[in-house]
C-alpha cells in the first residue's frame, strides 16, 4: 500500500553535449512505480545531469523521458516538473523567506491555495519531518540536517510522482546524515518513486530496488544492489566499490 | 591673528549665514529633496530596467544595456547634465510649451542614476547562487517567475547599502542642475547658496549649504553602515544543538 500516488519513470537513450564534451552517451533508466532507484558513479559521470535531463531542467539532445509510459518531451516542462520533486546537495532553501514560507510558496503561486491553506499544508509537511517547530526561522538559522528536511518537504509539498534527491546528504556534517538517510528511508517505504544520486553506498545497497553505476557518461552496469556489490561484473565497477568500500 | 579672523569673516559670518538661512529651508532643501527623491525612484526603475535587460537571454536587449550603461556611467555629470538640459530643453519647450528646465533636470538625474542603478542590481541579482533559480524551477516555476520570485528579491536585498549609497551621490550631483539656469523659486540649495555668496562676497552661504547636505546626507551614511551590519550578522537566533537536529522520523530508530 503506498502512500503516494507515484508513477513510473524512463529515460530511453539519452545524449547530451556541452560544446564537444559529450556527457551523456545514450543513457537508459527505467524506474518503476513505487520503486528506488539508485545511481552511483565517481564524480563527473554524469550522474547529476541526468537527473537534471530528466525532469528537464536541462533539455537533452537525443533520447526521451516517458512518466507512466507516455512521452513528456512534448508538455510544459514547468508542468512536468511540478510532478518530480527534487532535493539538492546545498539544499537550496530560499533565504530570504521563513520555512514556512519555502513550502508553501509553490502551494500558493502554482497550486493556487490560498494563504492559510498553504500555511496549513507548509505546517503538516513540516510535522512529518519533524521541523514544525521551526516552521517560523529562517534556513539560516537551522542546522545542514534541517534544512535538508525542509527541502525535502518543500519537495513533497507539491505531491509529486517522482522524487529526485542529488547527493541530498554530501554536504552534511557527519552526524546529520543518519537523519536525512532515515527520513529518505521512510519515503522509499512509503511507496514513493525516487531516484537517488549518491555517494551513500549503504544507502544504495539497503534502501534501493535497483542499483546503476554509471561512468564517463554511460551505465556500465545496473541491476539489484546485491548483485552489484557482491558480485560486480565489470572491472570499472570493482575498482569504483574497491576505492569506496 | 589677521589671518584667523580673515578666515572667520570668509566662512563664518553668522549674518551672511542668518540671512541665507531662511531662504535655504523654504526653498533650497524642498528643491533639493524633490530632484534626489524623483530622480532616485526615476532611476531605480531604470535601473532594474537595465538590469534585466543586461542579464536577459536576448542578446539585443544585453547589448542595449550595455551601451547605455558604458555611455552614461562614461560621461563627467556636468556634461550630461548640459548636454541633456540644452539639447533636449527645446524640444520639450516645443511639445509642452513650459519654459522650466526643471525637468531637464530630474531627466538628466535620471538617467545617470539610472545606469549606475543598474550595474548595482545586475551584480546583486547576478551573485544570487545558481541553485535558487534551479530549485525555483525544479518545483515547477517558469523562469520569469523564478526570477520576479525569488532570485530577483535576494539580489535587490544584497546591495541596498550600494543603492543607498548612490542615493548618497545623487542628492549631491542634484548640485549640479544650477548650470541649467533654474527659476527663482526652483533652485535648491547650493543655489541659493551660490547667489547669496556673489550678493555678499562671502563664502559663509556656501558653508550654510555645506551644513545642509551633510545634514541629508550623514543619517544616510549611517543608515547604509546599519543595513550592512544587520545584513552580515542577521537577526540573532539560537542554534539548536546538532545532536538534538539529527534525530527524526520513524527511519532514525531503525
Redesign the interface.
Known amino acids: 500500500m503506498s502512500e503516494f500516488v507515484s508513477g513510473t519513470l524512463t529515460a530511453k537513450n539519452i545524449h547530451l553535449s556541452f560544446g564537444s564534451n559529450h556527457v551523456l552517451r545514450g543513457i537508459d533508466l527505467h524506474v518503476e512505480k513505487g520503486t528506488t532507484a539508485s545511481v552511483i558513479g565517481p564524480s563527473g559521470s554524469g550522474k547529476s545531469t541526468l537527473l537534471?535531463v530528466m525532469?528537464r531542467?536541462i533539455e537533452p539532445d537525443q533520447g526521451d523521458i516517458l512518466l507512466d509510459g507516455r512521452s513528456v518531451l512534448k508538455d510544459n516542462p514547468?508542468?512536468l516538473?511540478?510532478r518530480?520533486?527534487?532535493v539538492?546537495q546545498?539544499f537550496?532553501?530560499?533565504?530570504?523567506k521563513t520555512v514556512a514560507e519555502n513550502i508553501s510558496?509553490?502551494l500558493r503561486?502554482?497550486r493556487g491555495m490560498s494563504k492559510e491553506q498553504a500555511r496549513d499544508e507548509a505546517l503538516n509537511q513540516l510535522d512529518?519531518?519533524?521541523l514544525k517547530h521551526k516552521a517560523d526561522?529562517?534556513p539560516?538559522?537551522?542546522?545542514g540536517?534541517?534544512q535538508q528536511?525542509v527541502?525535502i518537504a518543500?519537495?513533497l509539498a507539491?505531491k509529486p510522482e517522482v522524487m529526485f534527491f542529488d547527493e541530498a546528504t554530501s554536504a552534511l556534517?557527519p552526524?546529520?546524515v543518519?537523519?536525512?538517510?532515515?527520513?529518505?528511508?521512510?519515503l522509499a517505504?512509503g511507496g514513493m518513486t525516487m531516484v537517488v544520486v549518491t555517494h551513500e553506498m549503504g544507502f544504495s545497497r539497503n534502501v534501493s530496488d535497483v542499483v546503476t553505476f554509471m561512468d564517463a557518461g554511460v551505465v556500465v552496469e545496473s541491476g539489484p544492489p546485491e548483485q552489484l556489490f557482491t558480485d560486480p561484473r565489470t572491472e570499472r565497477l570493482q575498482g569504483f566499490l574497491s576505492d569506496v568500500l | 591673528m589677521d589671518i584667523l579672523n580673515q578666515l572667520a569673516q570668509s566662512f563664518f559670518d553668522w549674518k551672511a549665514i542668518g540671512e541665507v538661512l531662511p531662504k535655504m529651508f523654504a526653498v533650497g532643501l524642498p528643491n533639493t529633496i524633490v530632484l534626489a527623491v524623483v530622480s532616485g525612484v526615476i532611476g531605480t526603475a531604470i535601473g532594474m530596467l537595465l538590469a534585466l535587460m543586461g542579464i536577459s537571454r536576448n542578446a539585443g536587449a544585453r547589448w542595449i544595456a550595455r551601451i547605455y550603461t558604458d555611455i552614461l556611467r562614461g560621461l563627467p555629470p556636468v556634461l550630461t547634465i548640459l548636454v541633456i538640459g540644452f539639447g533636449f530643453g527645446p524640444i520639450v519647450r516645443e511639445l509642452t510649451g513650459s519654459t522650466s528646465p526643471y525637468p531637464m533636470a530630474i531627466a538628466a538625474l535620471s538617467l545617470m542614476s539610472g545606469a549606475y542603478i543598474g550595474e548595482i542590481f545586475r551584480s546583486g541579482i547576478q551573485s544570487v547562487d545558481k541553485g535558487q533559480l534551479e530549485a525555483t524551477r525544479a518545483l515547477g516555476f517558469s523562469y520569469g517567475s523564478s526570477m520576479r520570485l525569488v532570485v530577483v528579491p535576494q539580489g535587490i536585498r544584497r546591495v541596498l547599502p550600494a543603492l543607498v549609497n548612490q542615493f548618497i551621490a545623487l542628492i549631491k550631483e542634484s548640485s549640479l542642475v544650477f548650470m541649467l539656469g533654474l527659476l527663482a523659486t526652483e533652485r535648491e540649495i547650493f543655489q541659493i547658496g551660490k547667489d547669496a555668496a556673489a550678493n555678499t562676497g562671502n563664502l559663509s552661504p556656501y558653508v550654510a549649504a555645506a551644513i545642509f547636505y551633510l545634514a541629508l546626507t550623514i543619517p544616510l551614511t549611517h543608515f547604509v553602515n546599519w543595513i550592512d551590519a544587520r545584513m552580515r550578522t542577521g537577526r540573532p537566533e539560537k542554534k539548536e544543538p546538532d545532536e538534538a537536529a539529527a534525530v527524526v522520523g520513524k527511519g532514525a530508530q531503525a
Open positions: 537534471r525532469n531542467l514547468d508542468e516538473r511540478r518530480i520533486g527534487m539538492f546545498q537550496n532553501l530560499f533565504p530570504h510558496l509553490a503561486k502554482l512529518l519531518v519533524g526561522s529562517r539560516a538559522n537551522l542546522s540536517g534541517q528536511r527541502a518543500r519537495a507539491m556534517d552526524e546529520l543518519k537523519g536525512v538517510l532515515a527520513l529518505m528511508t521512510d517505504k
